[in-house]
Nanobody, 119 residues
Framework: QVQLVETGGGLVQPGGSLRLSCAAS????????MGWYRQAPGKQRELVAI???????DYADSVKGRFTISRDNAKNTVYLQMNSLKPEDTAVYYC?????????????WGQGTQVTVSS
C-alpha cells in the first residue's frame, strides 16, 4: 500500500500564492510520474501538472506560466507552487503517483486538499 497525503490548501485572495505538497509513504521501491489534478464543483476532474522521474514537467494550458511543479525524489514528495491565483483555480486538488512497491505496481491518489481563491 502506498499512501499520498496532501498539505497546503486554503483560502487565498486573487493574485495570491499557495504551495501544495504531497508526500508518498509505504513500501515504495520507485516512483515514476507524479502530478496534480483538480476538480471544481460541477466540473470534471482535470490534469493540472505532471512531472516525470527525471524532472520533466508538463502543464495544462490554463496554468502555464503561473504554476510550477517540482519533486524531491529523496523525500518521495511532489510540490505545486501556485502563483497569480484566479477564482477559476478554486477546486479540490489531488496528487497522484505511479510506481513500483514491494506489493507490485501502484497508481495512488491523495485524499484531496481544498484551494479557494476569493476576495
Amino acid at each position: 500500500q502506498v499512501q499520498l497525503v496532501e498539505t497546503g490548501g486554503g483560502l487565498v485572495q486573487p493574485g495570491g500564492s499557495l504551495r501544495l505538497s504531497c508526500a508518498a509513504s509505504g513500501s515504495i521501491i520507485s516512483i515514476g510520474n507524479m502530478g496534480w489534478y483538480r476538480q471544481a464543483p460541477g466540473k470534471q476532474r482535470e490534469l493540472v501538472a505532471i512531472i516525470t522521474i527525471a524532472g520533466q514537467p508538463d502543464y495544462a494550458d490554463s496554468v502555464k506560466g503561473r504554476f510550477t511543479i517540482s519533486r524531491d525524489n529523496a523525500k518521495n514528495t511532489v510540490y505545486l507552487q501556485m502563483n497569480s491565483l484566479k477564482p477559476e483555480d478554486t477546486a479540490v486538488y489531488y496528487c497522484i503517483a505511479k510506481g513500483l512497491a514491494y506489493g507490485g505496481f501502484f497508481d495512488s491518489w491523495g485524499q484531496g486538499t481544498q484551494v479557494t481563491v476569493s476576495s
